[in-house]
């Protein structure tokens, strides 16, 4: 959410980003040019946020699907790996 409003005769504009509610930005009294430098940084700190919490999401949805096969596969490498060195002693 993105409010721009008065604050004590000052104009200022307060942006708070919902899904992260530590996160609140204001800026007072900047010229125009520098307010909507301002607005593009929030826009792109949210959707950077954004991307970075749907790739962890991702990322531990592949983990947990593939986990069994993992599994699998290094279990196969420690037998081999194990009579590998049965063989060389």
Not at 21 to 49: E, M, W
Not at 76 to 87: A, L, T, V, Y
């Amino acid at each position: 959410m993105i409010h721009i409003d008065n604050v004590y005769s000052q104009p200022c504009i307060n942006a708070l980003i919902s899904h992260y509610p530590t996160k609140h930005f204001s800026y007072c009294l900047a010229p125009k040019g520098d307010r909507s430098h301002f607005i593009d940084q929030a826009v792109k700190y949210y959707v950077n946020a954004e991307a970075k919490k749907n790739l962890r999401e991702k990322l531990k949805q592949g983990a947990l699907r593939w986990a069994d096969r993992d599994l699998g596969i290094t279990q196969d490498w420690f037998n081999i790996d194990e009579e590998s060195w049965q063989n060389d002693k």
